[in-house]
């Protein structure tokens, strides 16, 4: 798994996650899901994401580096 494949899994978790508790406990939680869509905005522009310097962390690699490696691999 890639990091861009990993934060998607994750922003996608969080959003269906917040919008259920919104729905289920309190309406308050679609605050949590405004916090997610503004994090994603703010990273389209100034390509900075903390969750994708978690992910660097933990040796997760970017796409192009893994399809680097997938095309040396095959020649």
């Known amino acids: 798994m890639t990091i861009e494949r990993a934060l998607r899994a994750i ?3 969080f959003v269906l996650l917040s919008v259920a508790l919104a729905v289920w406990h309190s309406p308050w939680w679609l605050a949590f899901t405004a916090f997610v869509g503004l994090n994603n905005l703010q990273s389209a522009f100034t390509d900075w994401c ?5 992910l ?4 997760l690699e ?4 893994a399809a680097g490696r997938r095309l040396a691999a095959a020649a």
């Open 11 to 13: 922003t996608g978790t």
């Open 50 to 54: 903390p969750m994708m310097a978690l």
């Open 62 to 65: 970017h796409c192009d580096k």
């Open 56 to 59: 660097e962390w933990t040796g």
